[in-house]
């Protein structure tokens, strides 16, 4: 207990001897489907040879927390960065069982899955206090004023929790990078498309820089 | 027909975060739309989106949530410091907060200038009963 105030405080006053820098706890937030799991299986792939989370179209097919210890990459200086990824489910203000009967799921079936949705929900929102570090990971081909989006980023703000913006889905015509910059100009943003794999190199990088 | 609830900001601001967040979420169980003065602190917003999940049933389907803010970096040094000195002596009462019921809006838009509200086709049938009539021979 004493240790979780000292570390608030100290969080606080962005000095925290009991981090670690080297392995962080990274978080990826987000809008439901806008291809979370799909980003922390490619990363996944990329290092560790396997994948960490089923991906389908879909909303909320991520319904519980899922961690992936000791996941280690190297950038291009040599320099390491080892984070357990938590991949969370999607944060949202609605979840209506009728929506996924529309995508052919069974009543029963629909309905187990909304209930699920809505502790995932708040399941995502309750690990907000154990991130060091955040993607946001956004459908670049969709609005990013949405007040889901904007209500994430307010509270890992308010945490002082370190952010980058992943803009996925840049394989499509629809994508568009500069309504996201416009609505986000005060964090590091990086196009990317997890599912074909374009741009990580980038988006390692840019890890590097907001993790350190 | 929708309804709006306008709630000022004096009917809130002695209220604990979690009075008012249920204050909030009782008006949209009755299918009304609340217009908010001021907003929620970012803490809260978080809070209502976790009670609203805890809430959902098969007649509540969860909330749709915007927040309209003045944009700070149109605003010049005298009206930043005049906002920060009556957030402090008033609370936060710049902004609007709309808060509508899932059932009745479909989706809010926003962006710096403009909030579009697309609400929900109306279902219900024409009050009062059916009248027939009959050809009289």
Same mark, same amino acid.
């Given at each position: 207990?004493? #240790? $979780?105030?000292?570390?608030?405080? +100290? /969080? ?6 009991? *981090?670690? =820098? ?53 950038? #291009? $200086?040599?320099?390491?960065?080892? +984070? /357990? ?6 944060? *949202?203000? =609605? ?118 | ?137």
């Amino acid at each position: 207990m004493v #240790k $979780k105030f000292l570390k608030n405080l +100290f /969080s606080k006053l962005k000095f925290n001897p009991f *981090a670690r =820098k080297s392995h962080v706890k990274l978080g990826l937030y987000g809008p439901p489907n806008g291809g979370k799991s799909t980003l922390a299986n490619r990363v996944c792939l990329d290092w560790l040879g396997e994948e960490m989370s089923s991906v389908s179209h879909i909303a909320h097919e991520t319904r519980e927390i899922k961690i992936k210890e000791q996941v280690n990459i190297k950038n #291009k $200086k040599g320099k390491e960065l080892t +984070f /357990s990824l938590v991949d969370t489910p999607g944060i *949202a203000t =609605k979840i209506d069982y009728e929506d996924f009967l529309k995508r052919g799921m069974k009543k029963k079936e629909a309905k187990a899955r909304a209930k699920e949705a809505t502790k995932g929900v708040i399941d995502s929102i309750k690990w907000l206090d154990e991130m060091e570090c955040v993607v946001v990971v956004l459908d670049a081909t969709k609005d990013p004023y949405s007040q889901v989006n904007i209500t994430i980023i307010g509270n890992l703000q308010a945490r002082n929790i370190p952010v980058l913006i992943a803009a996925n889905k840049i394989d499509l015509k629809r994508a568009n990078m500069d309504v996201i910059k416009a609505a986000f100009p005060q964090y590091e943003i990086v196009g990317v498309s997890a599912k074909y794999g374009k741009n990580l190199e980038e988006f390692y990088e840019q890890l590097f820089k907001v993790a350190k | 027909m929708v309804t709006f609830q306008f709630v000022p900001y004096t009917d809130i601001e002695v209220m604990s975060s979690a009075k008012r967040i249920n204050k909030l979420l009782k008006i949209v169980k009755e299918e009304k739309i609340v217009l908010m003065e001021g907003r929620l602190k970012k803490h809260e917003e978080a809070d209502l989106i976790e009670i609203t999940m805890e809430e959902i049933s098969p007649k509540f389907k969860g909330i749709e949530l915007s927040v309209v803010y003045p944009d700070k970096k149109k605003q010049d040094l005298g009206q930043k410091m005049r906002g920060a000195f009556a957030n402090v002596l008033l609370g936060d009462r710049q902004g609007m907060t709309i808060i509508g019921p899932a059932s009745v809006v479909k989706r809010i838009e926003q962006n710096p200038d403009k909030i579009e509200l697309f609400t929900k086709d109306s279902k219900s049938k024409p009050v009062g009963p059916k009248r027939r009539y009959r050809k009289r021979k």
